[in-house]
């Protein structure tokens, strides 16, 4: 018996080949297809009926129930190559297009039990096994393309829903932004607000908004900071020295007049310091004017053993060239002196954060934010105090001494800043109708 292989790009080919090479009596042994996808085939001539060692090796399950099993008694006799051939042919023609991954050949060897040569002309079991195989591979592409479409809805489904999530987040955001926008608060402020709250879209977002935006505001306020020595400084007309007088008019009010004194360096403006000699002969304590005849650190030891030492310092622009000298004095002072800056809620946002940067120089202990009576929007003035991380100390709302002014909270501030945006919103919306 002689054994020989054929390889060819496909089954057809290659039996052409068996044939053309060793003729119709050749006994397909085995076909396999090859890792480089070509199909192998081992042929016998004067087959004896024995397999060659190699052959005899048990065959997986997978590749017996693929074969094709003869219904006749002798099914052991082997095919000849005229015989597969035109079994090939018909398959080639039965077959749908092999464009998905269950009909490619297996890999791995396999035997091809067919009847014999004898019975071949219109075999029924060869149309019945061409046919049964032809509907379960049809069948099997029905059943993937159900499951491709039903993938294909999940996902669909999937992207609609992140597609309405994110709308309504980009929504609910938006409107966020629009309210706290409202109240004059800072893009950084406003961006780093919304980073930090994770918004749901519900009732209580605007309420978690306020209350975090709360926790922002660095506040300093005890008992304490009304007593020892304080310096008030800040631009012209801002309210130091109506500041001044509300918080020593308190202080004479619950502990007395003794260990009050008001101190002023304002030299530079005529009758400067009368305000506050007129507070003190109200108040009857004393007042002293620093100028230049005097030092303020001979002053402040003056008066050290005092409960509260209030001083108030000239007014000046930024970019006024004698602010510099005001600045020099404060830097000189003694160590116990606190600086407290005072803001004005009526002024722009690029003025209040000007204003901060040329005083910080001194190193400011904390803020006082006057005139929240008169402005229309408190977030300009908390935005800068929290970009700036400025302690507020003192909130001053009015004229009347010694009642407008307290001590801050962030609550309240917080709250007073959106009663002030809603008061304007109403009133601006009043005189735009007429109404």
């Not at 519900?202 to 020892?228: K, M, Q, T």
């Not at 010694?402 to 609550?411: G, K, L, T, V, W």
């Not at 917080?414 to 809603?422: D, F, L, P």
Request: glycine share 6%; charged share 25%; proline share 5%.
């Amino acid at each position: 018996m002689q054994i020989r292989r054929f390889r060819a790009p496909d089954m057809r080919q290659a039996i052409r080949k068996v044939r053309d090479a060793v003729g119709p009596d050749a006994v397909i042994l085995s076909n396999q297809r090859l890792p480089t996808g070509e199909i192998e085939i081992v042929a016998a001539l004067d087959y004896d009926g024995s397999l060659p060692s190699s052959m005899t090796s048990k065959r997986p399950e997978s590749t017996r129930n693929e074969s094709i099993s003869s219904p006749r008694p002798d099914s052991n006799v082997n095919p000849s190559a005229d015989y597969l051939e035109r079994i090939e042919r018909a398959k080639q023609q039965t077959a749908p297009p092999k464009n998905t991954s269950i009909y490619e050949e297996p890999r791995q060897e396999t035997r091809i039990e067919m009847p014999s040569l004898a019975d071949d002309k219109d075999d029924p079991s060869l149309e019945e096994a061409l046919s049964v195989r032809n509907t379960g591979s049809s069948q099997q592409l029905r059943e993937m393309e159900l499951e491709l479409k039903s993938v294909r809805a999940m996902l669909e489904q999937h992207q609609q829903n992140e597609s309405r999530s994110a709308a309504r987040e980009s929504s609910v955001e938006t409107r966020a932004r629009e309210k706290l926008k409202g109240l004059g608060l800072s893009e950084f402020v406003i961006s780093r607000l919304i980073d930090d709250i994770d918004l749901k879209g519900r009732e209580d977002d605007w309420n978690r908004l306020l209350a975090h935006l709360a926790d922002y505001i660095p506040v300093r306020s005890s008992a304490s900071e009304f007593r020892g020595c304080i310096a008030f400084m800040g631009p012209t007309g801002v309210g130091k020295t109506t500041t001044i007088g509300k918080i020593a008019a308190q202080h004479v009010l619950k502990h007395g007049s003794e260990g009050v004194v008001l101190i002023t360096t304002d030299t530079y403006r005529i009758a400067a310091h009368e305000q506050l000699r007129t507070f003190g002969r109200i108040l009857n304590v004393p007042v002293e004017v620093v100028n230049e005849y005097s030092d303020l650190n001979e002053v402040l030891a003056k008066y050290a053993h005092y409960s509260l030492v209030l001083v108030d310092t000239a007014g000046m622009n930024p970019r006024d060239s004698n602010l510099e000298r005001q600045l020099l004095m404060m830097k000189r002072a003694r160590a116990s002196l606190k600086k407290l800056l005072v803001l004005p809620c009526t002024s722009q946002r690029q003025v209040l954060k000007t204003v901060t940067e040329v005083y910080s120089q001194v190193q400011l202990d904390g803020c006082v934010l006057s005139k929240l009576d008169e402005s229309a929007s408190l977030g300009e003035a908390i935005s800068v105090v929290i970009e700036e991380g400025l302690p507020v100390v003192y909130i001053a709302d009015g004229q009347r001494i010694p009642d407008d002014i307290e001590p801050a909270r962030a609550h309240n501030l917080i709250s007073r800043a959106v009663y002030t945006a809603e008061h304007y919103s109403q009133l601006y919306g009043s005189l735009k109708y007429g109404s």
